[in-house]
């Protein structure tokens, strides 16, 4: 199993432009999250998704909007990228409700200038 | 507003030196996770809480749940450089859908 996967790894986007984050993992896990992480500061949650066709807002949703149409892809997408939407944004996976474990992706670092 | 309020933010050490991370909040949690998360990677989980006064260890690592499942500690013992890394508590709520974590506490430690 690949786990989960996240492309790109690295962006430079200008003020204004849009672009997807792209998320897939290869668990079958139900639940699926985005979340973004400042320098030296702890990660908060942007979107989440409990299953196929269902999403709901986290702590910081706006500027961001999410789609999930099939268990394994869950892509963030920003529509006018504005300089504070710089920062380091890990997707996440678990297998359903309850205490597990949430996988993390690698990470995708982006930079709004 | 930060509900997991984690101290120290960093904390550099000589190797074997012992270490204590805290992780505290107003708010009541069903359970609470310790992550630990290098350079250029995602957190991975470390250790799962539930019971208030739990206790867990995990090889040099112990992990405590306060009584009122409030807050929660994370003491190293005798640190190595490989447990270098940005430590991250978590809170769950309820059903444990979602988490809130804590804004990290950055470890060195020296060789």
């Known amino acids: 199993n690949a786990g989960v996967t996240q492309t790109p790894k690295f962006r430079i986007l200008k003020i204004g432009q849009s672009m997807t984050l792209q998320c897939t993992q290869d668990m079958n896990h139900n639940y699926m999250y985005w979340y973004r992480q400042d320098p030296g500061m702890g990660l908060k949650l942007i979107y989440y998704s409990v299953g196929a066709g269902i999403t709901d807002k986290g702590e910081v949703p706006n500027g961001y909007n999410v789609s999930r149409s099939t268990t394994e892809d869950f892509p963030l997408r920003l529509e006018l990228a504005a300089p504070s939407q710089t920062s380091v944004y890990f997707c996440?996976?678990?297998?359903?409700?309850?205490?597990?474990?949430?996988?993390f992706g690698p990470g995708t670092r982006l930079t709004v200038l | 507003t930060q509900l997991l309020e984690q101290s120290p933010q960093f904390l550099s050490i000589q190797e074997g030196e012992n270490l204590t991370v805290y992780c505290n909040s107003s708010s009541v949690f069903s359970s609470l996770q310790w992550y630990r998360q290098e350079p250029g990677e995602g957190p991975v989980l470390l250790v799962t809480?539930?019971?208030?006064?739990e206790v867990k260890k995990l090889k040099r690592l112990t992990f405590q749940f306060g009584d009122a499942r409030k807050d929660s500690s994370l003491h190293i013992t005798a640190a190595q450089p490989g447990d270098t890394g940005l430590y991250l508590c978590?809170?769950?709520?309820?059903?444990?859908?979602?988490?809130?974590f804590g804004g990290g506490t950055r470890v060195l430690v020296k060789p």
């Open positions: 996440a996976s678990k297998p359903g409700q309850g205490l597990n474990e949430q996988f």
């Open positions: 978590a809170g769950a709520r309820a059903a444990g859908n979602k988490l809130t």
């Open positions: 809480v539930v019971t208030g006064g």
